[in-house]
């Protein structure tokens, strides 16, 4: 088993900035993904970047610029920096890990096995 802890959300002014941060612990594994996905009130979870074990990054086109995605493998740690935050940022931000995840998958969430409980990121003035 993996298990997986968000950390960094907050309530932050348009144009702000937040990192968030995900520490695995339990199983680790040396393939696959890690992404982060978020959810606002009534709608859909939806991807928002990922990191192939390879270093390869993946970004939703509306974050593209302004988020980077990185990992630490010695601390087991994934982060998400975010700049210039827009209202339309907010919502729980989830992250995930799949050690078999294939490349035309990762994008959904439904091929992550492994699951954060989330971390409210808010952007208002």
């Known amino acids: 088993q993996v298990q997986l802890e968000e950390s960094g959300g907050g309530l932050v002014q348009p144009g702000g900035s937040l990192r968030l941060s995900c520490a695995a612990s339990?199983?680790?594994?040396?393939?696959?993904?890690m992404a982060w996905f978020r959810q606002a009130p009534g709608k859909e979870r939806e991807f928002v970047s990922a990191?192939?074990?390879?270093?390869?990054?993946y970004y939703t086109d509306s974050v593209k610029g302004r988020f980077t995605i990185s990992r630490d493998k010695s601390k087991n740690t994934l982060y998400l920096q975010m700049n210039s935050l827009e209202p339309d940022d907010t919502g729980v931000y989830y992250c995930?890990?799949?050690?078999?995840?294939?490349?035309?998958?990762?994008?959904?969430?439904?091929?992550?096995?492994?699951w954060g409980r989330g971390t409210q990121v808010t952007v208002s003035s």
């Open positions: 995930a890990a799949d050690p078999r995840i294939i490349l035309s998958s990762i994008r959904d969430a439904r091929h992550y096995d492994y």
């Open positions: 339990g199983r680790t594994f040396g393939s696959g993904a």
């Open positions: 990191i192939r074990y390879s270093g390869h990054t």
